[in-house]
Nanobody, 117 residues
Framework: QVQLVESGGGLVQPGGSLRLSCAAS????????MSWYRQAPGQVREFVAS????????NYVDFAKGRFTISRVNANNTLYLQITNLKPEDTAVYYC??????????WGQGTQVTVSS
């Protein structure tokens, strides 16, 4: 059974940093395209970043370039998202997404990130 479990969210002051984690199980993690999405209150879920080709390639949406870093440790089946210089507009639920080699997509339950002073 596929499981994606996000962690690492919380309440952070503007300018702070967080590292989100996504622990994966139940599929071939090293061969899956792994992504982070986020959904702010009242907004649609939006793409943040992806890691594919085993982590050799990454892709970021424009707003994520420079402050967000996606990475993965295939040996541990774990995906990460490092966010620096957090801004109030980064407040959202952050979701892990897996797109497996069987062309099936899975979602985690999300982790809340709140940026506020």
């Amino acid at each position: 059974q596929v499981q994606l479990v996000e962690s690492g969210g919380g309440l952070v002051q503007p300018g702070g940093s967080l590292r989100l984690s996504c622990a994966a199980s139940g599929f071939d993690f090293s061969r899956a395209a792994m992504s982070w999405y986020r959904q702010a209150p009242g907004q649609v879920r939006e793409f943040v970043a992806s890691s594919f080709s085993g982590g050799r390639k990454t892709n970021y949406v424009d707003f994520a370039k420079g402050r967000f870093t996606i990475s993965r440790v295939n040996a541990n089946n774990t995906l990460y998202l490092q966010i620096t210089n957090l801004k109030p507009e980064d407040t959202a639920v952050y979701y892990c997404n897996a797109h497996t080699i069987n062309d099936v997509a899975y979602w985690g339950q999300g982790t809340q990130v709140t940026v506020s002073s």
